[in-house]
């Protein structure tokens, strides 16, 4: 029985040497160049750089990875696990506008993780040697590019002693905080997760042979965990082959991802809501003329809210181009729990539910579903917007998984149809935080009345019904942007020094619906009355400093007077109600004060 991934790439390597593991797009086009890597390849390229770390006495150790998108970073990623070592995925630097952005979530990431090393690619080690003005930490980190490391390096490798305890890499969850919290995935958390999305996905031995075991097209980011433990770690534990091109390629033009998937004809593929839109956004009746799509059976859609509109305009569309309704698949997931905690039905279409609330009665008799024939993928929908507006479901717990709906503060399970903060326990729920007894203790060791073990705080709010579970929001304040996490205080932070007249402390920062487009962040501040003529200055220099930070487009700028956002009483900003407020039209306005 195979104890991790390593073993398993040992095996495919024997049983298959020549059989593709990943293809990359290197242009993103499938009439570009391209790249490929055969298992045999595989595993001889990660024992390489496994033999590399292991000669330096590294096993146990943390290893910052730093690659651009390509086959090199699965090397570098599979060679610290046959090496023992800590796997660190990091995103380099790129680009004048992100430079500052990234060499700070490196700077965190190097101090937080205590990396030995950085494994990296040619242009990105090169980029960083340039770089020790600004992260002076690089002086005593031996840096390489593991293209540099010989092929026959892998001879002297020799098989790591892991246990599913030992930890195989740090996950972090968060693009923007300034305190990164480290998930310390483990061998056993990563195997018994895969185990469950091959349940879920319904890659069974007869799917992979069906598909001549083209299981995968991805354009996901490999060092998060949606696009790293889907596609790419899915592939090595299955044994099938994956095509992945660039996200910025894909962002650039969506119809590639749509093109990838009818030329290779995968059996899944997917992305968060966004990426839908995207493509609903740029498809063409030309391009709809070039797509065949009727071979994806699993569309999943997670990271974000998943919205009943997007799916239902995805299936109108793209069903012109063979694609069914029935592969669309919201599933439900978080890097604390590996990546998959629930995962649809792949031969059904998704479940709607009227509401977010325990009366949320619509099922497929009402007509708040999806269609079961041809005649449209709302068939019988009495009302195109009640169905756009429902809520969607995420699906059923894969097997060992145990799901419950919680009270958060009398820790007691709620009954079905009450809303509540989502609770998880099993095998595949991580080790805890690196580093952060305190952060591990809170989230990963609850207890629950009638129940054994621990439990993991998700710190998202849903319900079940009928054993599947909709999500209605997070009691936490994690902004969740295109897929991207970011902490509201770190947006309110960049607002607040963008200015003088803006109040230190006196900032709040969340998200709103933005229907289509998704969620869409908000800022609330409070500013100096004697500022109140430079309105419209301030909101573009807060508009302004936040996208230059963060990456994230402001929907609303919304100027107030001092004293008049919602605080605690030991002076903590109360999003929720700040939220609240704006969303009632009651916030305290400074004249002149432009939003939208």
């Known amino acids: 029985m195979a104890r991790s991934l390593v073993d398993l790439l040992t095996l495919h390597a024997s049983a298959q040497p020549d059989r593709t593991a990943f293809r990359y797009l290197v242009t993103g086009d ?57 796997a660190v995925p990091g995103l380099p630097p790129h680009g004048r506008s992100q430079n500052h952005r990234a060499l700070l979530r490196m700077k965190r990431l190097i101090a937080d993780a205590d990396a030995q090393v950085i494994l990296g690619g040619r242009e990105v080690i090169a980029a960083l040697a340039t770089m020790t003005e600004d992260l002076p930490e690089l002086a005593d980190i031996t840096c390489v590019a593991t293209e540099d490391i010989p092929d026959a390096a892998a001879a002297s490798w020799r098989e790591p002693d892991l246990t599913p305890d030992s930890v195989a890499f740090l996950q972090y969850t968060s693009g923007s905080t300034s305190a ?17 999305i091959t349940e879920r996905m319904g890659h069974t031995p007869d799917v992979i042979e069906e598909y001549d075991r083209e299981l995968f097209v991805s354009w996901l980011p490999v060092y998060h965990d949606m696009g790293l433990i889907g596609p790419v770690l899915n592939a090595v534990y ?62 999943f859609n997670g990271a974000e809210p998943v919205r009943a509109a997007t799916l239902r305009r995805f299936a109108e569309t793209f069903g012109a181009a063979g694609f069914r309704r029935e592969a669309l698949y919201p599933c439900y997931g978080l890097a604390e729990s590996t990546l998959i905690v629930t995962g649809g039905s792949v031969h059904a279409p998704p479940t709607l539910a009227a509401g977010t609330t325990a009366d949320a009665t619509a099922t497929a008799d009402t007509g708040a579903s999806f269609a079961a024939d041809g005649a449209g993928p709302y068939l019988g929908a009495p009302d195109t917007r009640s169905v756009d507006a429902a809520a969607v ?47 591990t203790r809170e989230t990963f060791r609850a207890t629950l009345a009638g129940h054994e073990g621990r439990f993991l705080r998700t710190g998202d709010l849903g319900f079940l019904r009928d054993g599947e579970l909709f ?35 006196c900032t709040a920062a969340f998200s709103v619906d933005g229907g289509a487009a998704g969620e869409q962040a908000v800022v609330v501040a409070e500013t ?35 004293g008049t956002i919602p605080k605690t009483s030991s002076g903590k900003i109360q999003r929720r109600a700040s939220r609240a407020a704006y969303l009632d039209g009651t916030l305290s306005l400074v004249g002149g004060t432009e939003t939208g």
Not at 283 to 290: G, S
Not at 408 to 422: H, K, S, Y
Not at 481 to 499: K, T
Not at 528 to 556: Q, T
Request: charged share 20%; with cysteine; proline share 7%.
């Open 471 to 505: 999500v209605t929001g997070r009691l936490k304040d994690l902004i969740v942007i295109e897929g991207r996490n970011h902490y509201p205080q770190d947006l309110e932070l960049s607002a607040e020094m963008s200015h003088w007249s803006l109040r230190p402390g």
């Open 528 to 562: 100096a009355p004697e500022a109140a003529g430079e309105s419209e200055k301030i909101i573009d220099l807060i508009r302004g400093a936040i996208s230059e930070a963060h990456g994230v487009p402001v929907r609303d700028v919304v100027l107030v007077h001092p």
């Open 393 to 439: 479901g995420s699906g059923r717990p894969g097997p060992g998984v145990t799901l419950v709906i919680a009270d958060p503060d009398r820790q007691e399970e709620l009954p079905e149809g009450e809303v509540g903060e989502i609770w998880v326990s099993g095998a595949s729920v991580a080790k805890g935080y690196w580093r952060n007894a305190l952060a």
């Open 30 to 86: 499938c009439n570009g160049e391209i790249q490929d890597i055969s298992y045999g390849r595989l595993a001889q390229r990660s024992r390489a750089v496994a033999a590399w770390l292991q000669e330096r006495g590294l096993a146990g150790s943390r290893v910052m990875l730093l690659y651009p998108p390509g086959i090199e970073f699965i090397c570098g990623y599979l060679g610290c696990l046959s090496a023992g070592v800590v």
């Open 180 to 196: 990164p919290r480290g998930v310390m995935v483990t061998h056993g958390n990563l195997l018994d997760n895969e185990r469950v």
């Open 238 to 299: 299955l044994g099938v082959t994956a095509t992945l091109l660039s996200p910025l390629h894909f962002l650039q033009r969506p119809e590639r991802w749509l093109t990838a998937v009818s030329r290779y004809r995968p059996h899944t593929s997917g992305g968060p809501n966004f990426a839908y839109e995207l493509c609903l956004k740029h498809v063409t009746p030309d391009l709809l003329d070039t797509l065949d799509l009727s071979r994806w059976r699993v569309a």
